[in-house]
């Protein structure tokens, strides 16, 4: 079945440590996206990719990183954690800007704490 | 430049009366609009889009909106909410290239039973 999957789902860690959350979708699309949403808040888009070897920044500024290395995978990384990346992390994709079905397809979300 | 703008941060309406969810939106050029569905601890899902066909677009679960260009608004409606329909909802704008992607900052509808 086509779909994109998040894991963890739930992460609680200590500051300092490295993490890394995962991105998987099976649906084929080329471009992958990663926003953070704080409670009650809108979504921002942290990074963003449009297919292998490509990965962009995105309106926010964040200490992340990631990597697309297969088309499918677009894992997100923190390499220091702190209190201040506590938050949710919601993982998407879509087809190719020149296809009209360009709709994001969104993940269950990680909601990451950092203590 | 482009932006979206949820009049209502919280919208509360009775079950079985109707949901008006409003939504406007600035874009230098023809926009393509969406809206979204957020349930708690869920991922966002996609309920309805617009991409410059008919201005009145239907989506899942009896959700439509209208594109009106001269108010520049994306309003998203349903005749009749259910209990089910309690969820915190996003407008969204975006240029056709799908290079630059606008969220609004989300209502929250509650329905009361």
Known sequence: EADIYQTPRYLVIGTGKKITLECSQTMGHDKMYWY???????????????GVNSTEKGDLSSESTVSRIRTEHFPLTLESARPSHT??????SSELATSHRYEQYFGPGTRLTVT | AQSVTQLDSHVSVSEGTPVLLRCNYSSSYSPSLFWYVQ???KGLQLLLKYT???????GING??????????????TKPSAHMSDAAEYFCVV???????????????LQVIP
């Open chain 1, 87 to 92: 938050s949710q992390y919601l993982c998407a």
């Open chain 2, 63 to 76: 959700f439509e909106a209208e594109f009106k260009k001269s108010e520049t608004s994306f309003h998203l």
């Open chain 1, 36 to 50: 953070q949403q704080d409670p009650g808040m809108e979504l921002h888009l942290i990074h963003y990719s449009y």
């Open chain 2, 52 to 58: 410059s066909a008919a201005t009145l677009v239907k």
């Open chain 2, 39 to 41: 349930h708690p601890n």
């Open chain 2, 94 to 108: 975006s240029d056709r290239g799908y290079q630059k992607v606008t969220f609004g900052t989300g209502t929250k």
